[in-house]
């Protein structure tokens, strides 16, 4: 077995080569998250690195001593944890299908959603004009009876035309027959966040049951209680998600409808978009306690549900909403410059040791809330959760709900020397209005400096004068968690302002907030970063000729529109993997992400011309700052020819462009090696087009 790095993050719970060794004072516990969050394989051929990590399509299970979880090419493993055996394979699909969700049972059974693998970087004529790929087939449901002792009795189900898309599947913990699962269908709905549905199915009688979910409304994390009396999902019928339930009778009748957590206006229960097929906002903890994350503008707060008492607590934290809203910084004068020596290997943290830790933990990011199906060591109640927070790389927690402590199973390296950690900075809230009274949300990370105390707003920050970096996320439906970052950290504590805009359209404000970039993509993103920025600037806390502007992805696609419509205001533009072709993004996805663009401009073939005007690549006219283009030749986000294009058209405009391709590399954010380049290749060239120009 091997481990995988998350971004700046590498992560110490299994050694290379040493089966499956964890935690022996939670080892019975601690093998779900920090094996199923850092599983690697070595494929057969060549003795290459299959990461499980590597897709959206990872899914896993855990049940009593069994781990599943596939490989990414349609086999899946079944893994006797308490042996430790090697993997064998229970399932194998011969590469033909994706593996969306995956869920084992109590009684020894094994279920797959599934669809037929699809062949990225083609298209064909239906999906190219419409709506719906006509052409592709149902999803399905593989049923597995004994997986755990064998993989002979295997039933293939299909569902249909009615959905294109089944995940996040439950067991009810009583009837093996009985199954939910999240369904959406890219007919009725662009993406799954928009309109997505709950269903209640029977593997005995094949037929479905409509729980939740239509037109205008999401439902996502269908979750049956211990007791298989409730079956609780989310849904944003309110216009955020809250938490929802219905009782389910001894005849496997619908009966009551409940509601356990109703948001408000300063929280929602999901952090991002429904997008991917293994969130897990929520647990049942037993049959009147649900664990649940809070989010607050980025900032996740857990907290435990008594569902009889309509009663919730926090855990881990028990500071007040001012303190938590503090910025808390300070910077050495003269901090090192070199990223190879701030991210050198015999410099990066120690790893955390085990036991009892006080509950306290700075504010940040709680995901993948795991609980699984074993008995308790003892009479708490106990769950597993992913945590990080600005100035605490990510960690995987085992959390006593019962007595508000928690074990460290695994812990992530920082990527930064001892001698930097106490000066990483912690962010602040932003907001700031509009010219059109809308509200720009984002986070703020100011570093300062040899300041002593902490500011407690805005204001008390006039006067700085920071060279400004405006982040600009990914997505574009996501939005800025105020987690660990190594990009954001890297640069402010070097003295930079980082700005990291949640624009009209992203995730985390709700439905109408979240949909209001729907026809207004190009425009709405770009003006509510512009004015963030100009917002600082009228508090002379940024310096107006020392702006830079970043983004990944989608976020690169805005970044490129801002250079485009206001050059005189950026000094230096950084494109990680941007898109620069919609249309061709739109032929070439796959059929999970090639409607994205469907709501936000149109879908085709009618908005075929406007897809095309939209792209940065037939936008280039304006553009005169100095721009750097970083990718991996693996990343289909922003093909490498199509890259060498743009940048050829920027140079025969006179613009200073620069272009580096990393062989062999999807992302280059989560290859740590390959982050060591770029942020030295990022640092050098904003020092020499700004800090020193």
């Known amino acids: ?159 249909g035309s009615d959905f294109d898309f089944v995940w996040d599947l439950d067991f009810h913990p009583k009837w093996n027959h009985l199954v939910v699962f999240q369904a959406w269908s890219t007919f009725q709905s662009p993406m799954p966040w928009s309109w997505s549905k709950i269903v209640l199915y029977s593997l005995k009688t094949r037929k479905y049951k409509l729980i ?25 019928k309110n216009g955020r998600y809250g938490l929802y339930a219905v ?62 008492e309509q009663r919730s607590t926090s855990l881990l934290h028990n500071m007040d909403k001012e303190q938590l809203q503090r910025i808390q910084m300070s910077r050495p004068p003269s901090p090192p410059r070199s990223p190879s020596h701030m991210l050198r290997n015999e410099d990066t943290l120690n790893s955390a040791t085990n036991g009892l830790t006080e509950q306290l933990l700075p504010r940040g990011v709680f995901t993948e809330i795991t609980v699984p199906i074993l008995s308790s060591l003892d009479n708490s109640l106990h769950f597993f959760c992913k945590y990080s927070a600005p100035n605490e790389p ?56 040899g300041q002593s105390s902490a500011p407690q707003d ?13 982040l600009i996320h990914d997505g574009p439906s996501e939005m800025h968690l105020v987690g660990y970052d190594a990009l954001v950290q890297y640069f402010a504590s070097r003295g930079y302002l980082i700005f990291c805009p949640n624009y009209r359209g992203s995730s985390g404000y709700g439905r109408a907030y979240r949909e209001s970039l729907n026809g207004n993509f190009g425009n709405y993103d770009v003006e509510d970063c512009f004015e963030g920025l100009q917002y600082l600037l009228s508090l002379g806390i940024a310096d107006g000729s020392k702006c830079i502007v970043a983004g990944v992805g989608s976020g690169g696609c805005t970044t490129l529109h801002l250079l485009n419509r206001y050059p005189e205001y950026f000094s230096a533009g950084i494109g990680i993997a941007p898109l620069l072709d919609l249309f061709e993004f739109r032929k070439s996805s796959c059929m999970l992400e090639k409607h994205k663009f469907d709501a936000l401009i149109g879908p085709l073939p009618e908005s075929g011309k406007q897809l095309r005007l939209q792209s940065p690549f037939n936008q280039t006219k304006n553009i005169e ?44 954010l989560s290859d740590s090696a390959t982050l060591l380049d770029v942020l030295q290749r990022v640092d050098e060239f904003v020092v020499e087009q700004v800090i020193y120009s």
């Open 1 to 159: 077995m091997m481990l995988s790095n998350f971004g700046a993050e590498s992560h110490n719970a299994v050694q290379p080569d040493e089966g499956l060794s964890v935690n022996q004072d939670t080892a019975k516990l601690s093998v779900s998250v920090p094996l199923v969050n850092s599983l690697m394989l070595r494929s057969q051929q060549g003795n290459k690195k299959a990461s499980l990590l590597a897709s959206h399509l990872l899914e896993w299970s855990l049940c009593g001593n069994y781990l599943y979880f596939q490989d990414g090419d349609s086999r899946v493993y079944r893994i006797n944890t308490k042996q430790g055996s090697p993997p064998k394979i229970i399932w194998d699909g011969s590469g033909r299908y994706d593996i969306y969700s995956m869920r084992a049972s109590l009684q020894g059974a094994l279920l797959l959603s599934v669809r037929d693998k699809e062949q990225r970087g083609t298209t064909n004529k239906s999906s190219a004009i419409s709506q719906r790929d006509t052409t592709s087939s149902p999803p399905k449901l593989i049923f597995i009876e004994k997986a755990t002792t064998s993989h002979d009795e295997t039933v293939e189900i299909s569902l």
């Open 458 to 470: 805005l204001i008390s920050l006039s006067g700085l004068n920071l060279p400004v970096i405006t």
């Open 625 to 668: 700052t100095p721009l750097l283009i970083l990718q991996g030749d693996q990343d289909s986000r922003c093909p490498v020819e199509l890259a060498k294009k743009y940048v050829s058209k920027l140079e025969q405009q006179q613009v200073h462009a620069k272009l580096k391709v990393y062989e062999g590399v999807g992302n280059i």
């Open 212 to 236: 939740a979910g239509g037109k205008e409304m999401a439902c996502a994390e269908p979750r049956f209680s211990p007791n298989g009396q409730r079956l609780s999902f989310l849904s944003d």
């Open 394 to 449: 990510t960690k995987f927690l085992r959390v006593n709900a019962t007595q508000n402590t928690y074990d460290i199973v695994s812990h992530s390296h920082a990527m930064l020397p001892n001698t930097l950690r106490q000066h990483l900075v912690t962010p602040l809230h932003f907001e700031c209005e509009t010219k059109d009274k809308s509200i720009v949300h984002g986070t703020l990370y100011v570093g300062t400096g």
């Open 247 to 308: 009782q389910i009778s001894s005849r496997e009748k619908v009966e009551k409808r409940e509601t356990l957590i109703e948001p408000t206006e300063d929280f929602d229960l999901i952090s991002q978009p429904s997008m991917t097929p293994h969130q897990s906002h929520y647990a049942w903890l037993d049959n009147n306690h649900i664990v649940y994350i809070r989010n607050e503008h980025g900032f996740c707060n857990l907290e435990m549900l008594e569902v009889d």
